[in-house]
């Protein structure tokens, strides 16, 4: 029997806590990271006959949230998308198997989580956690099959179609949930030190929906899933300014930006932010903007406290990629967009903002945490 199999996830990660800390700490240095592609024994996610010893192999994490499944499984994989993606036992957000594969978590489903994340272990990647839609309630993220059951408030997206074509609706459907919005390729190369495309399989996995090559989305992936963000180590996001729309199928003008992404399935919170659209944004703000420049004037031109220095409490994202892994914003170019205000898995806020909005948002004081005032550098006590 091969290292690992029919041991409990939790033998598997223990023996690789030490391991995984020195991978991380190593990747803090910088340069030269294992990238987005998956890593080490085929063994350590794969099973050719789901069988050893006559016993069925030990898969990992089958049976967290509302879903229970039962191998051999397709691509004759040990687990499925919840069970890779989870720390059954721990806070930790990167788990290491062995031999270089470094599992990115998206939920732990016993919390002891640190946001925003500081680079310790236990800090929230970049998409956040679905520990707080599952253990606080729906509004705190997407609720996505094997993790929630179906939203209770939402029958479908809001800002979206309400036609039956199903990953509108809910994404708490089997034919739904992870892959409603991420098509994955884990072999194909990554993007790391470069821009991650088509032939990386998009910017983590967030393109060719419903099985078409169509859109995709694309951008600089950190490699280590911004759990150490700092103002010159964090993802780029592609933005763009063109006035696309979103509810089209027609790609023209979405630029691969990461807002006609969400926009795909909210539109109107994209298409119908402004009274002069479609065709122009010139008129009255009647949502608030996204895929729409920061003006380089007035309060905007003082991004973070008027430093112009990139800040990953509220980002902007890029309209250019070559620019590269940079500090610096520049009002008049960058970009206002769906994440400067939204984690996409789940926050400890309602509609999973990435700061506590009702909490630390009071005009006239001064409040770091808000990340409103990182554009709107004039409403706090200045
Ligand atoms: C057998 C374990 C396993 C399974 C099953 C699995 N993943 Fe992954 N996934 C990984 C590992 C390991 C990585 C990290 C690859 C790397 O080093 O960047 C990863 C990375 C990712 C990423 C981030 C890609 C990037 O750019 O860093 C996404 C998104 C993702 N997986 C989604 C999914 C979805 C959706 C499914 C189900 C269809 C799934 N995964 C199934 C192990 C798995
Ligand atoms: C860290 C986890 C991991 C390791 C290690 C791994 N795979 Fe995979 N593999 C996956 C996941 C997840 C998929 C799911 C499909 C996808 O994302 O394309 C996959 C899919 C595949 C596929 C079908 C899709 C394709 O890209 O062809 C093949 C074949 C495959 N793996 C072979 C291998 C072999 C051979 C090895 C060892 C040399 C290996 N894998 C190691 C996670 C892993
Ligand atoms: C509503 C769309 C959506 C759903 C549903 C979704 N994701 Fe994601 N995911 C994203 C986006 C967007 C990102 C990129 C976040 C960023 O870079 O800021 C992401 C990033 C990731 C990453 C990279 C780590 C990180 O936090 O950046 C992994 C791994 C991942 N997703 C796995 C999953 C798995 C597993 C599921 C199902 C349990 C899932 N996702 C469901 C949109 C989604
Ligand atoms: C594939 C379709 C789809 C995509 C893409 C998508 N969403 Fe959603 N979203 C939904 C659905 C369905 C709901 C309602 C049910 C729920 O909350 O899960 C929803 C709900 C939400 C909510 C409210 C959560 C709550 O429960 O109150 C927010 C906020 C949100 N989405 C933001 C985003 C952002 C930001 C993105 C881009 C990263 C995005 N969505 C991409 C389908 C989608
Ligand atoms: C400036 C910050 C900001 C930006 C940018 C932003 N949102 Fe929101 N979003 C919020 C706030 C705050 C709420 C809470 C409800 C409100 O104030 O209207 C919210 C609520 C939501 C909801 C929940 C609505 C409901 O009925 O429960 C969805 C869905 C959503 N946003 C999606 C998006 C999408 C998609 C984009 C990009 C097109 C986006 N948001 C851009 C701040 C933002
Ligand atoms: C990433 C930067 C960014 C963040 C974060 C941000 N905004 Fe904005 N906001 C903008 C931009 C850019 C505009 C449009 C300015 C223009 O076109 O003149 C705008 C416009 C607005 C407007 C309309 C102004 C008008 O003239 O009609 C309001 C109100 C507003 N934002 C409130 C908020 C609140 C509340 C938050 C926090 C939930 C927030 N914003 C977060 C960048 C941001």
């Known amino acids: ?48 006959h789901n069988s050893q010893n006559g016993a069925a192999i030990m898969t990992f ?15 004759l994989l040990r687990s499925d998308c919840v069970g890779c993606h989870t720390n059954a036992s721990g806070s930790d957000t990167i788990v290491d198997l062995g031999g270089g ?9 016993n919390g002891g989580l640190q946001y925003p994340p ?11 956690n679905f520990y707080w839609v599952a253990h606080d309630g729906d509004v705190y993220g997407h609720n996505v099959y094997g993790i929630s059951g179906i939203d209770s408030n939402l029958s479908h997206a809001p800002g979206g179609f309400t036609c039956n074509n199903s990953c509108h609706m809910s994404l708490a459907t089997p ?11 884990h072999h194909k190369d990554d993007g790391v030190a470069g821009v991650t495309g088509e032939g990386d399989g998009w910017y983590r996995f967030l393109g060719d929906p419903m099985g078409s090559s169509d859109f ?26 063109t006035v696309y729309i979103a509810s089209s199928v027609d790609t023209t003008g979405k630029g691969n930006a990461i807002g006609a992404f969400c926009s795909g399935c909210h539109s109107k919170f ?66 206002v ?16 903002l990435r700061w506590d909005y009702p909490g630390a948002c009071v005009a006239g004081t001064a409040n770091s945490n808000c990340g409103c005032f990182v554009c709107h550098s004039t409403k706090d006590d200045e």
């Open 1 to 48: 029997m091969r290292r690992g199999e029919g041991e409990s996830p939790a033998v598997l990660r223990a023996r690789h806590v030490v391991l995984s800390v020195m991978v991380v700490l190593g990747c803090l240095g910088g340069a030269g990271n294992a990238g987005a592609k998956v890593r080490g024994p085929c063994s350590n996610c794969h099973t050719m």
């Open 216 to 241: 995709g989305v694309t951008g600089i992936e950190d490699p280590n899933w911004e759990q150490n963000p700092t103002k010159d180590q964090h993802n780029v996001y592609k933005g763009t300014t």
């Open 337 to 352: 967009m769906c994440l400067s205000c939204h984690r996409p898995h789940g926050s400890p806020y309602p509609d999973m």
């Open 175 to 185: 034919s739904t949930g992870c892959t409603g919005c991420h098509v994955p390729h």
């Open 118 to 128: 500081d680079g310790n272990a236990n800090s929230v990647l970049a998409g956040g």
């Open 61 to 75: 994490n089958l049976h967290v949230g509302t879903v229970s499944k039962q191998g051999p499984l397709g691509q």
């Open 270 to 335: 994209h298409d119908a932010m402004n009274n002069a659209q479609p065709g122009s944004v010139s008129g009255d703000w009647i949502r608030h903007p996204s895929d729409v420049a920061l003006p380089n004037s007035g309060e905007y031109s003082g991004y973070n406290n008027g430093t112009d220095i990139y800040n990953p409490l509220a980002p902007v994202a890029k309209p250019d990629l070559s620019v590269g892994v940079t500090d610096v914003v520049v009002p008049g170019t960058d970009i």
């Open 101 to 109: 594969s470094r599992v990115p978590i998206v939920f732990n489903p």
